[in-house]
């Protein structure tokens, strides 16, 4: 793991999906209390963000949430399906694959 925020490694690795706001890059982040969010790349001309669970294996679904545009997240999980999610707290979507 690298703690370079412009490191290639971290900007791959932390994608997950594409703004419905203004179209940037959504990316896996901390907040300064340690709680894992997805936050805008284009922060601070686009504030958009949602809140993730907090432990569990996350991967970008690569589908948008039909409701709203945000980008669908899957929880991997390991003897039950994966589930997957719209991170937007807002929404009621929802599906197991």
């Keep these: ?13 932390r994608y997950r999906g594409e703004c419905p706001e203004c179209g940037g ?4 982040q ?4 340690g709680k894992r969010f997805l936050g805008c790349s284009n922060y601070p001309d686009c504030e958009n ?7 569990g294996g996350l991967e970008y679904a ?3 949430c039909e409701k709203c ?11 039950k399906e994966d589930w997957i999610f719209c991170p937007d707290p807002d929404c009621d979507y929802e599906k197991k694959e």
Aim: glycine share 4%; net charge positive; hydrophobic share 20%.
């Design 1 to 13: 793991l690298c703690i370079d925020i412009r490191c290639d490694y971290n900007k791959e690795e």
């Design 25 to 28: 890059k959504m990316r896996e």
């Design 30 to 33: 901390r907040s300064y209390r």
């Design 49 to 55: 963000t949602y809140p993730l669970p907090q432990k």
């Design 62 to 64: 690569g589908e948008k």
């Design 69 to 79: 545009g945000a980008p669908l997240q899957k929880m991997k999980k390991k003897k």
